[in-house]
């Protein structure tokens, strides 16, 4: 078992920065990635990026060049850097971690509001 729990999320104007936070505990040496995720109001949850265990990071297309991610393994914490944010970037952002044979878990999200 693993729990994800997401902060860090805010209202802020079109062009400014948030850093988002997912902490994880319990069998987080089982944890094969950990990737970010968010849900506009009527869209579907989106893929936004991911690291693995090894390091290796992926990237939405939407958000390329914009968002970073990066992890702390001594806080068992990965940390989403979003700058240059646009209205579109608006959405409660969801972490979720691979865990041992491909279960996942989910965090109960954090709102990011975006104003234009």
């Known amino acids: 078992q693993v729990q994800l729990v997401e902060s860090g999320g805010d209202l802020v104007q079109a062009g400014g920065s948030l850093r988002l936070s997912c902490a994880a505990s319990g069998s987080t040496v089982s944890i094969n990635a950990i990737g970010w995720y968010r849900q506009a109001p009527g869209k579907q949850r989106e893929f936004v990026a991911s690291i693995g265990r090894d390091g290796a990071t992926s990237y939405a297309d939407s958000v390329k060049g914009r968002y970073t991610i990066s992890r702390d393994n001594a806080k068992n914490t990965v940390y989403l850097q979003m700058n240059s944010l646009k209205p579109v970037d608006t959405a409660v952002y969801y972490c979720?971690?691979?865990?041992?044979?491909?279960?996942?878990?989910w965090g109960q999200g954090t709102q990011v509001t975006v104003s234009s």
């Open positions: 979720r971690a691979n865990v041992g044979l491909g279960y996942l878990y």
